[in-house]
């Protein structure tokens, strides 16, 4: 069966400091995998998603995701924070023989001045 | 509209009333999903329609969930006899293709509130 673990619910950062968002998951066949954002009182917007390729993607915002298919991992990661970005993250996957999405409990990204 | 429109935003109903939320997708999107957010669970697959045929209804929690899609636009998910349980936020997302590889646009939910 897929699964998706966030493994961190919460994560206190102050701004301009690095912070990794951390994802792992599980699936018996090849998949793509996305993270998407919460901001307060929003929907769900992409942020950024894994085909094929690189194994280092961007997206908006500066984050950026590394995918290790031997940790089979997807931790998402930003070099400085912004105030703004204080948000709920949600990691995803979808195996390529389906077309369920499958989401993680998400993280709470609290940015502190 | 320019986005996925969702209403009601808020419904408080008594526990054994029946409820429904409506989904209006983005125009011309062909794929519709419904999903669940409770507190600390994440984002739970309900069910998925391609045009108005639903592939998927593996994940709709009990019979007295249900779900229809009529036209390729317009999608109501039915919740009856409604439990407390039931309290979440249903987000519904559409997407131009195959979910596997395109990106999904969300609504904002409605959150329903079972007292």
């Known amino acids: 069966a897929q699964s998706v673990t966030q493994l961190d619910s919460q994560v206190p950062v102050f701004e301009e400091a690095p912070v990794e968002l951390r994802c792992n998951y599980s699936?018996?066949?090849?998949?793509?995998l996305f993270w998407y954002v919460q901001y307060p009182n929003q929907g769900l917007q992409l942020l950024l998603k894994?085909?094929?390729?690189?194994?280092l993607v961007k997206g908006i915002n500066g984050f950026e995701a590394e995918f290790n298919k031997s940790q089979t991992s997807f931790h998402l990661r930003k070099p400085s924070v912004h105030i703004s970005d204080t948000a709920e993250y949600f990691c995803?996957?979808?195996?390529?023989?389906?077309?369920?999405?499958?989401f993680g409990t998400g993280t709470r990204l609290q940015v502190f001045p | 509209g320019a986005g996925v429109s969702q209403s009601p935003s808020n419904k408080v109903t008594e526990k054994g009333k029946d409820v429904e939320l409506r989904c209006d997708p983005i125009?011309?999107?062909?794929?519709l999903y419904w999903y669940r957010q409770s507190l600390g669970q994440g984002l739970e697959f309900l069910i998925y329609?391609?045009?108005?045929?639903?592939?998927?209804k593996s994940g709709l929690p009990s019979d007295r969930f249900s779900a229809e899609r009529t036209g390729g636009s317009v999608s109501t998910l039915t919740i009856q006899r409604t439990q407390q349980e039931d309290s979440a936020v249903y987000l519904c997302?559409?997407?131009?293709?195959?979910?596997?590889?395109?990106?999904?646009?969300f609504g904002e939910g409605s959150r329903l509130t079972v007292l």
């Open positions: 997302a559409s997407s131009l293709v195959w979910q596997n590889t395109g990106e999904l646009f």
């Open positions: 699936s018996s066949v090849s998949v793509y």
């Open positions: 894994y085909l094929s390729g690189s194994t």
């Open positions: 995803a996957a979808v195996s390529y023989n389906t077309d369920k999405l499958i």
């Open positions: 125009s011309g999107h062909t794929a």
């Open positions: 329609f391609q045009g108005n045929s639903a592939p998927d």
